[in-house]
């Protein structure tokens, strides 16, 4: 596991949802479906003041980035700019 306390979900690529580790944890042995939040990213092509609005959710955390089909192609680290 990655040091990130929130954590892209994608399926055949296509970003589905988050999952944070603290639910991973409490899940145990249930499907990470059970504790999988909202998919939010930044898209390819916005801004870092729109990525700077997800800042509170993800915190220090890799922001996914995905194309206009939801495809998951990174994550930006708003932490280091």
Known sequence: ???ENTL???DEGRLIGLVRREGLVRAGGEPVASVM???LSV???ETLIEARELE???GPDP???TDHDEHLV???SLSSL
């Open 37 to 39: 939040e909202e998919a």
């Open 43 to 45: 898209k390819v092509d």
């Open 74 to 76: 990174g994550g930006l």
């Open 63 to 65: 922001i996914p980035v």
């Open 56 to 58: 509170p959710t993800f």
């Open 8 to 10: 892209a979900v994608a």
């Open 1 to 3: 596991m990655h040091n």
